[in-house]
């Protein structure tokens, strides 16, 4: 059972340094980075002034970070791109035209892919420096304090909204069971052969993963388990490197998935309460669920909305979530209640943090070392670690990198040591920005070109038509040679453009899972 916050004292580790591990055998600390600002919230009245105050600031403060091909931030990068990039942007713009997107969900989602891409090759430009990414960074205002990351909330709110408990294996296993088979879980209800979300870090390089995201349902355990046990050549290199470890203490941490080699854990173990189900049987979600509606009821729709959807977040020590801003969904703020282990948050300016994925991804971790070390000397981003009992609100107009820190590498004095745990497990809830996502959704709804924000040059209107031209004598002697109508070749040209559509995916999950995700944290 995982009982209520309010007994016990919660562990106060947010001001916390923690030793963040980017491969095996490659780390940083975070000694100068300063902590995460607190918001006070004594209860639903104050939560909901916060949210208040937070979501104006989005507001004023949209185009300098909204994931849209409309806000100026975009443009600015785009402006700034060559013609190979721009050859790319439009492959996907015409991708995006032949999709059926009537809604703000979708059209959301497909302009935030597009202006992903828009970041994504800005940053990857040949001869791009660091120093060019903080001085753009600096022109968005993205190191300004309105648009900071997150910050940790404590007061009288949390004795009702967060909790705390040890969770490990056997514990987890049935939420996930549960979870699996509800109808308002992420992959609906339960198939013949039930697979539960499952990332897997690579050892080399904890910004990359495994390809397959996903792991049937009646090995999980083992998986699990597997991550929490590791034999005495683990124990004996951490002795090694680590003297100041007892070799009992080590021995008893690594049983504790401390020292473990491979992070694995689930992004994607959700439930949606709007799905008509009488709950998600998992009375972690369901709780939180419950005192969320109640408090969001005060904090009034025009300022945000709670989306059904919660998340279940699992991890084991040694796992990492590379530096993203949330864009899965429309702009939204986060509730995160660390209710197992730890998680260290770093937050990072917008325009770094996504660059700072590119290096370690890239580059490497050594290379992702410099950087960080580079940026903790200079005092930029801002930390967060969060023990059982603890809250975080994450905001919309910076990004984060998440980490399960190992505590056999907090060590030694006088930085202070984490407890053992068995698991790391985060509830988390989104509420919509309500006058931001108002906003958007009016002018992605209304705009006749919402699929097309990069207009043609001359040049590109005249290749695009004789392309057109070349494609329809094709098209037309291929209907002549196979006696098609016009509805036939419609016909067969779908059941083409899914096949294409599956190959796509297949090889997609063959070349990895790092490609840019709508997952959170």
């Keep these: 059972q995982v009982a209520p916050a309010g007994g016990e004292a919660s562990l106060q580790l947010s001001s916390f340094a923690p030793t963040l591990s980017l491969a095996d055998g490659v780390t940083v600390t975070l000694s100068s980075t300063p902590p995460a600002k607190t918001e ?75 202006s992903g891409r828009v970041v994504a090759l ?23 304090e309105e648009l ?20 490990g294996v056997e514990e987890l296993l049935p939420w996930v069971k549960a979870l ?11 198939t013949e052969a039930p697979t539960a979300s499952l990332y897997r870090v690579d050892p080399s390089n904890h910004f990359l993963t495994a390809a397959d995201t996903s792991a049937p349902l009646d090995s999980l355990g083992d998986e699990a388990r597997a991550a929490e046990q590791r034999d ?16 009992s203490l080590c021995h008893g941490e690594v049983r504790l998935r401390i020292a473990s080699g491979r992070g694995v854990g689930s992004l994607n173990t959700t439930f949606d309460f ?56 429309p702009p939204h703020f986060t509730l995160y209640n660390q209710t197992s282990g730890a998680s260290a948050f770093h937050f990072l300016p917008l325009l770094l943090g996504e660059y700072a994925t590119l290096v370690g991804r890239r580059d490497g971790p050594s290379r992702l070392k410099e950087l960080l ?31 399960v820190p190992r505590p056999a590498l907090q060590l030694p004095p006088p930085a202070r040591p984490l407890p053992p745990f068995r698991l790391s497990v985060i509830r988390a809830a989104e509420l919509f920005v309500a006058p931001v996502c108002d906003l958007y959704e009016r002018l992605l709804l209304s705009a006749a070109d919402w699929a097309t924000p990069l207009g043609l040059s001359e040049r590109e209107a005249e290749a695009e ?36 559509d599956a190959a796509a995916e297949a090889a997609g999950l063959e070349q990895g899972a790092n490609r840019e995700t709508t997952i959170p944290l």
């Design 40 to 114: 006070t919230v004594a209860n639903a009245e104050s939560l909901a002034a916060v949210l208040k105050r937070r979501a104006e600031v989005a507001r004023q403060t949209h185009d300098r970070w909204v994931r849209s091909p409309r806000a100026a931030w975009i443009q600015s990068l785009l402006a700034e791109l060559g013609p190979p990039a721009r050859e790319e942007l439009l492959a996907l713009q015409r991708r995006h035209t032949t999709l059926a997107a009537e809604d703000f969900a979708t059209r959301w989602e497909l302009g935030a892919e597009w």
């Design 122 to 144: 800005w940053l990857g430009a040949e001869g791009r420096s660091v120093e060019e990414v903080i001085a753009k960074a600096a022109e968005f205002g993205h190191e300004k």
């Design 148 to 167: 900071s990351s997150g910050v940790v909330l404590e007061g009288g709110l949390l004795h009702s909204l967060a909790t705390g408990a040890d969770v």
């Design 180 to 190: 699996t088979a509800a109808a308002g879980s992420a992959g609906g209800a339960a």
């Design 232 to 247: 005495d050549l683990v124990t004996r290199h951490l002795v090694d490197s680590m003297p100041y470890l007892s070799l």
């Design 274 to 329: 709007a799905s008509g189900e009488s709950g998600s049987g998992v009375p972690l979600l369901d709780g939180y669920w419950e005192r969320l509606d109640d408090a969001t009821y005060v904090v009034g729709e025009g300022v945000a909305r709670l989306n059904p959807r919660l998340y279940l977040i699992w991890k084991t020590a040694g796992y990492c979530t590379p530096y993203h801003q949330d864009v899965h969904v």
């Design 373 to 403: 070390q580079r940026l903790d000397g200079e005092g930029v981003g801002e930390v967060a670690t969060l023990g059982p009992k603890q809250m975080l609100l994450i905001l919309p107009g910076g990004a984060h990198g998440v980490y």
């Design 465 to 500: 038509a004789a392309t057109l031209d070349a494609f329809a004598a094709v098209q037309q002697r291929a209907c002549a040679e196979l006696g098609l109508s016009r509805s036939d070749w419609t016909f067969f040209a779908t059941l083409l453009q899914r096949r294409w």
